[in-house]
């Protein structure tokens, strides 16, 4: 019932920027902390981002940190990654996910949506 729903991958070359966005339904948003992760082939699921339910609070894992900013708008029950500087190894699958507290672990997380491809050009 809960549904999350990325948009906003595409193909980018280095140094480029894109913006992601996560579009979530049939929950409550405003009280649910919201991470991105990704996930390229044959790697493990890395932690990239996460921001609290009130959006206070911003945690980045040290391979995107000064390039890459979370952010929501409870209003609009979205989630955004803004990726500046971008590098070919960023290229993975991103997939944002809803948890009821703010972690890095991809265990700890309810929901999850379907993921966006991101490529970026060597």
């Known amino acids: 019932q809960v549904q999350l729903v990325e948009s906003g991958g595409g193909l980018a070359q280095a140094g480029g920027s894109l913006r992601l966005s996560c579009v979530v339904s049939g929950g409550t948003f405003s009280r649910t902390a919201m991470g991105w992760f990704r996930q390229a082939p044959g790697k493990e699921r890395e932690f990239v981002a996460v921001i609290s339910w009130s959006g206070s609070s911003t945690f980045y894992a040290d391979s995107v940190k000064g390039r890459f900013t979370i952010y929501r708008d409870n209003a609009k029950n979205t989630v955004y990654l803004r990726m500046n500087s971008l590098k070919p190894e960023d290229t993975a699958v991103y997939y944002c996910?809803?948890?009821?507290?703010?972690?890095?672990?991809?265990?700890?997380?309810?929901?999850w949506g379907q993921g966006t491809q991101v490529t970026v050009s060597s």
């Open positions: 996910g809803g948890t009821t507290i703010a972690t890095m672990n991809p265990d700890e997380y309810d929901y």
